[in-house]
Nanobody
Framework: QLQLVESGGGLVQPGGSLRLSCATS????????IGWFRQAPGKEREGVSC????????NYAASVRGRFTISRDNAKNTVDLQMNSLKPDDTAVYYC??????????????????WGQGTQVTVSS
Protein backbone atom coordinates (compact mmCIF):
# COMPACT_ATOMS: atom_id res chain seq x y z
CA GLN A 1 0.00 0.00 0.00
CA LEU A 2 1.53 3.27 -1.11
CA GLN A 3 1.79 5.88 1.65
CA LEU A 4 2.11 9.64 1.29
CA VAL A 5 2.99 12.06 4.08
CA GLU A 6 2.78 15.83 3.73
CA SER A 7 4.82 18.29 5.76
CA GLY A 8 5.67 21.98 5.78
CA GLY A 9 2.34 23.63 6.42
CA GLY A 10 1.87 26.49 8.84
CA LEU A 11 0.88 30.10 9.35
CA VAL A 12 2.36 32.76 7.08
CA GLN A 13 1.61 36.39 6.39
CA PRO A 14 0.27 37.54 3.01
CA GLY A 15 3.10 37.83 0.54
CA GLY A 16 5.13 35.21 2.36
CA SER A 17 6.35 31.78 1.28
CA LEU A 18 6.02 28.18 2.39
CA ARG A 19 7.45 24.96 1.05
CA LEU A 20 5.38 21.81 1.30
CA SER A 21 6.88 18.37 0.91
CA CYS A 22 5.24 15.07 0.03
CA ALA A 23 7.18 11.97 0.99
CA THR A 24 6.15 8.72 -0.69
CA SER A 25 6.90 5.22 0.50
CA UNK A 26 8.43 4.41 -2.86
CA UNK A 27 8.65 5.30 -6.51
CA UNK A 28 6.63 2.92 -8.62
CA UNK A 29 4.30 3.21 -11.56
CA UNK A 30 1.49 3.59 -9.01
CA UNK A 31 3.04 6.88 -7.93
CA UNK A 32 4.37 8.11 -11.25
CA UNK A 33 2.20 11.22 -11.05
CA ILE A 34 1.99 13.26 -7.89
CA GLY A 35 -0.58 15.99 -7.49
CA TRP A 36 -1.12 18.68 -4.92
CA PHE A 37 -4.71 19.53 -4.07
CA ARG A 38 -6.30 21.86 -1.55
CA GLN A 39 -9.62 22.26 0.17
CA ALA A 40 -10.77 25.35 1.99
CA PRO A 41 -13.68 25.29 4.46
CA GLY A 42 -16.99 25.21 2.61
CA LYS A 43 -15.34 24.84 -0.78
CA GLU A 44 -14.77 22.02 -3.22
CA ARG A 45 -11.36 20.39 -3.38
CA GLU A 46 -9.31 21.80 -6.22
CA GLY A 47 -6.21 20.69 -8.01
CA VAL A 48 -3.22 22.98 -7.54
CA SER A 49 -0.33 21.38 -9.37
CA CYS A 50 1.00 18.02 -10.50
CA UNK A 51 4.18 16.48 -11.83
CA UNK A 52 4.99 13.33 -13.75
CA UNK A 53 7.99 11.92 -11.95
CA UNK A 54 9.59 10.17 -14.91
CA UNK A 55 9.56 13.17 -17.23
CA UNK A 56 9.36 16.13 -14.85
CA UNK A 57 6.51 17.63 -16.85
CA UNK A 58 4.20 19.76 -14.75
CA ASN A 59 0.76 21.29 -14.70
CA TYR A 60 -0.61 24.21 -12.67
CA ALA A 61 -3.98 25.69 -11.86
CA ALA A 62 -4.41 29.18 -13.25
CA SER A 63 -4.85 30.56 -9.74
CA VAL A 64 -1.31 29.57 -8.71
CA ARG A 65 0.66 29.68 -11.96
CA GLY A 66 3.67 31.94 -11.58
CA ARG A 67 3.54 31.79 -7.78
CA PHE A 68 3.84 28.07 -7.03
CA THR A 69 6.51 25.68 -8.28
CA ILE A 70 6.35 21.89 -8.07
CA SER A 71 9.51 19.79 -8.17
CA ARG A 72 10.57 16.24 -7.53
CA ASP A 73 13.57 14.42 -6.10
CA ASN A 74 13.26 10.83 -7.25
CA ALA A 75 16.27 9.73 -5.22
CA LYS A 76 14.58 10.91 -2.03
CA ASN A 77 11.03 9.94 -3.12
CA THR A 78 9.76 13.45 -2.45
CA VAL A 79 7.72 16.00 -4.35
CA ASP A 80 7.82 19.58 -3.10
CA LEU A 81 5.52 22.54 -3.66
CA GLN A 82 7.21 25.92 -3.28
CA MET A 83 4.54 28.54 -2.63
CA ASN A 84 5.46 32.21 -3.01
CA SER A 85 3.45 35.43 -2.86
CA LEU A 86 0.85 33.71 -0.75
CA LYS A 87 -2.62 35.21 -0.46
CA PRO A 88 -5.38 34.70 2.11
CA ASP A 89 -7.29 32.80 -0.60
CA ASP A 90 -4.54 30.16 -0.53
CA THR A 91 -5.62 29.18 2.97
CA ALA A 92 -6.65 25.53 2.90
CA VAL A 93 -5.69 22.00 3.83
CA TYR A 94 -3.21 20.83 1.22
CA TYR A 95 -3.06 17.20 0.19
CA CYS A 96 -0.69 15.29 -2.02
CA UNK A 97 -1.95 12.37 -4.03
CA UNK A 98 -0.50 9.70 -6.32
CA UNK A 99 -1.70 8.31 -9.60
CA UNK A 100 -0.55 5.58 -11.92
CA UNK A 101 0.30 7.38 -15.15
CA UNK A 102 2.05 5.78 -18.08
CA UNK A 103 1.15 7.86 -21.10
CA UNK A 104 0.58 11.59 -21.37
CA UNK A 105 0.92 14.35 -18.83
CA UNK A 106 -0.51 14.59 -15.35
CA UNK A 107 -3.86 16.24 -14.77
CA UNK A 108 -5.54 18.09 -11.92
CA UNK A 109 -8.66 15.96 -11.98
CA UNK A 110 -9.91 13.87 -9.05
CA UNK A 111 -8.86 10.43 -10.28
CA UNK A 112 -5.87 9.94 -7.99
CA UNK A 113 -5.74 6.66 -6.12
CA UNK A 114 -3.64 7.36 -3.05
CA TRP A 115 -3.92 10.36 -0.74
CA GLY A 116 -2.02 11.79 2.18
CA GLN A 117 -3.58 13.09 5.38
CA GLY A 118 -3.12 16.76 4.53
CA THR A 119 -1.30 19.73 6.01
CA GLN A 120 -2.87 23.05 6.99
CA VAL A 121 -1.72 26.25 5.31
CA THR A 122 -3.04 29.50 6.77
CA VAL A 123 -2.27 32.85 5.17
CA SER A 124 -3.22 35.65 7.50
CA SER A 125 -1.86 38.84 9.01
Amino acid sequence: QLQLVESGGGLVQPGGSLRLSCATSGFTLDSNAIGWFRQAPGKEREGVSCIKRTTGRTNYAASVRGRFTISRDNAKNTVDLQMNSLKPDDTAVYYCAAQRLIFGDCSLGPDYEYWGQGTQVTVSS
